[in-house]
Every structure is written in structure tokens, then in C-alpha cells.
């Protein structure tokens, strides 16, 4: 599966953005989803998943209250709702996608990567 993220961009301090994540050459509906972001200097770090079937998430307490992932299978389709954006949440964000029933919060389990959208908070 192939994914494609978008939606990234520069945006102030409090305000919002929202992410989308489209696969191409296999349905989502048999994948659970994950973002994940990288800021300069740093490593990978888990921000929100869901399940394939969307009942479950789990999320980073850092975005706790702020982010909101969802997905459309008809549409192919995983999002990721950002609020109250803060510059901490600059990073670039990935989408990715693992073949399973349940979530998953490590980088390790996912075997496919979209390529990354950039998104950056300035005071």
C-alpha cells in the first residue's frame, strides 16, 4: 500500500490544522493507522493511532485534548484534527499503516510510510 499525506503548513500558535493521509493500490479498511511526527534533532516520536476498524485509539499525552485522529474507509482515507497548536508540535508528520485488528504505538510495527508532510507552529 502506498500512502500520500498532505495538509501540512505554517500556522500560529493556537491555531489549527488538519492532515490527511490517502493510500493508493490497497484498501485501509484491513489496516490499522498511526501518525507520527520527527522535529529536527530528535527521534520519531508516536502521536495517535486507531484501529481498522476505528473503535480504538490511543495518542501521545503530549497532543492529549488537542489531536484527533479519525479514518474513512470509503474514502481511503486516515486524518489527523490538530487544535491549539503549539511551536513544540513543529515536526514533519508521517502516516502509516499496519496490517492488524488492534493499535499500534511503536514506529517498529508499522510497515508501510507515507513521505511526510511538514507542519510548523511560530509564536
Known amino acids: 500500500v502506498q500512502l500520500q499525506a498532505s495538509g501540512g503548513g505554517l500556522v500560529q500558535a493556537g491555531g489549527s490544522l488538519r492532515l490527511s493521509c490517502t493510500a493508493s493500490g490497497h484498501t485501509l479498511s484491513t489496516y490499522a493507522l498511526g501518525w507520527f511526527r520527527q522535529a529536527p534533532g530528535k527521534e520519531r516520536e508516536f502521536v495517535q493511532c486507531?484501529?481498522?476498524?476505528?473503535?480504538?485509539?490511543s495518542y501521545s499525552d503530549s497532543v492529549k485534548g488537542r489531536f484527533t485522529i479519525s479514518r474513512d474507509n470509503a474514502k481511503n482515507t486516515v486524518y489527523l484534527q490538530m487544535n491549539s497548536l503549539k511551536p513544540e508540535d513543529t515536526a514533519v508528520y508521517f502516516c502509516?499503516?499496519?496490517?492488524?485488528?488492534?493499535?499500534?504505538?511503536?514506529?517498529?510495527?508499522?510497515?508501510?510510510w507515507g513521505q511526510g508532510t511538514q507542519v510548523t507552529v511560530s509564536n
Open positions: 486507531i484501529s481498522r476498524s476505528g473503535v480504538m485509539t
Open positions: 502509516a499503516a499496519k496490517e492488524g485488528s488492534y493499535y499500534y504505538t511503536r514506529a517498529g510495527e508499522y510497515g508501510f
